[in-house]
């Protein structure tokens, strides 16, 4: 109840690989024809997304980046898309990964029209797009993947460990300008944040699809870390992070969320006592009992200033 019997020709035509992404640059949306003597005597199981194994009974678990490996890098690569006609580029492509196709715009696109295209759809997480206009024929999209879905949209016949080959990708243009090809390239591939079972930090439990997380572990895919810090000290700071190169240009400190931005949850919480203080919502608004500025002044950049209740006073 989790699948559906296949011929293996129907696998190679609706499931295979769109070309030979080493050599040919352009796709239809259509794998490769099958067609020896055996291609509708032989029959397979193609699972639905999230489940695996010979007769599809296997669940997947939620999967994720690994906590406890840091300094990693992003999953990144370069789709350049480009024409022989003398116009500009139109039409849609279809980014194909893992079985799955998203559309892509390519009349008057741009890098948020890209991000927002293919940000959490189908085989994909939180995706950033930088889109380049090389010329009127010639663009270049590059793609950073962030995250990838927590509940995985892989089956038996596909799977990627967060780091895939550029070769897993293709582009069907069928719906592009006339003689247009797609040529992918890396841009980061080495170091690449995990993408597995448990994040593992917990064990899989294949029957049902549920992790159960190491001490110290927590969220669907254990991705979480779960520690209470308790701390003694009457004059020493509960938690400390400390960054020593004097050429550091990172963050100091990181939080993520594979959920979007919202109202529901919040990043910080402050408790004095029993009594909120400070927080940081999940969509990036700030609460805070009092706000004194020592230094500097206050800016407001856009959407004004607006007081519920109390006033404004101005001192000096």
Sequence with gaps: ???????????????????DSTSVYVGDGLGTAYTNWDKDSIHLCQCDDGFFGSDCTSVMCPKGDDPLTINQNYRSINMRV???????????????????????????????LCTSELAFQGPFGHVKCRYIRVDRKTYDFELTFYSWPTFPTLNNLYSHDGNPSRLEFYCDLSDATDQTT???????????REYAYCSNRGFCNFATGDCACNDGYGGPACANATYLYNHGSNTLPGMQVNVNGLDYTSTALQL????SKASDFNFIEALAGSEVVFYVRGDG?????????LSGGQTVSGGGLFVESGGVTIAE
């Design 1 to 19: 109840g989790h699948g559906i019997c296949s011929s293996i020709a129907d696998v190679s035509l609706y499931g295979g690989p769109d070309y």
């Design 82 to 112: 480009a024409t022989v006609q003398d116009c500009d580029l139109e039409g849609k492509l279809g980014l194909q990964f893992m079985g799955k196709s998203v559309p892509l715009t390519l009349t008057s696109t741009s890098a948020a």
């Design 182 to 192: 797609c040529v992918f390239t890396d841009v980061q591939a080495s170091n690449i």
């Design 256 to 259: 993520n969320t594979a959920k």
């Design 285 to 293: 608004t700030v609460g805070i009992n009092k706000l004194m500025t």
